[in-house]
């Protein structure tokens, strides 16, 4: 289980007190990407695996760190989930009941396919976003934008990100799909509480299409 963490000191002791009833605390890693709060502290609490940038780099680059550690380490493959409590942690099995039906090599955590919980903006980027990656990609991939994701071992072998923001999760699906990768999904639930979606956020937008126009 990796979880990137950027000053999420309000919602990851709820978190965790949630994933370590399912999964052991050693192979729980909680990336600490520069918080100025306690993020870093919460997390040891719970003998997770905790690895910090001195500074903050950017989802991206605390994904490719959790990667990098996941690889060096006899893990089959990993299960990515966001630090603010959108994702519910028990899904994590239907994750693992999804690949031993299927052995997709990525399975993605859909929430579109029920969208009356999603703020309008989430629904209208997220549409957008993953009919834009669908039609780059050739494969039907669901929720592009969704950070809950299982992806095998083989697939973090081959697959490395550049870019460091948000765009980094766009990123990883096109270069996986190059790869020929195989992409399956399972429903989760829609969990907000009036955040704003990043690619509302200019900076994110352009950097989102840069990475999609980018040749791999």
Do not use: W
């Not at 910090?52 to 690889?71: C, E, I, P, W, Y």
């Not at 396919?113 to 629904?123: A, I, S, W």
């Not at 096109?174 to 429903?187: C, N, Q, T, V």
């Amino acid at each position: 289980m990796l979880i990137p963490a950027y000053n999420a000191g309000f919602s990851l002791s709820k978190l965790l007190e949630r994933t370590v009833k399912i999964i052991s605390p050693p192979a729980i890693v909680v990336v600490n990407d520069g918080s100025t709060d306690e993020t870093e502290a919460i997390a040891k609490l719970f003998s997770v695996t905790v690895l910090s940038h001195a500074t903050n780099l950017g989802k991206g680059a605390a994904l490719q760190t959790g990667f990098d550690f996941v690889r060096s380490k006899p893990f089959d493959a990993v299960i990515t989930m966001d630090a603010d409590l959108q994702h519910q942690p028990e899904d994590i099995q239907r994750f693992l009941q999804a690949y031993s039906n299927r052995q997709d090599n990525i399975i993605i955590g859909n929430r579109l396919g029920d969208k009356k919980n999603m703020p309008f903006l989430r629904v209208l980027s997220n549409t957008l976003t993953t009919f834009l990656i669908q039609a780059r990609t050739g494969k039907k991939i669901l929720d592009s934008q969704s950070g809950f994701r299982f992806i095998t071992r083989n697939v973090l072998e081959q697959v490395t990100l550049c870019a460091r923001g948000f765009e980094a999760e766009t990123e990883f699906l096109i270069r996986a799909a190059a790869y020929g990768f195989s992409f399956g999904a399972i429903p989760i639930e829609t969990i907000y509480a009036g955040e704003r979606s990043h690619m509302t956020h200019f900076s994110t937008t352009v950097n989102f299409i840069k990475v999609l126009f980018r040749q791999y």
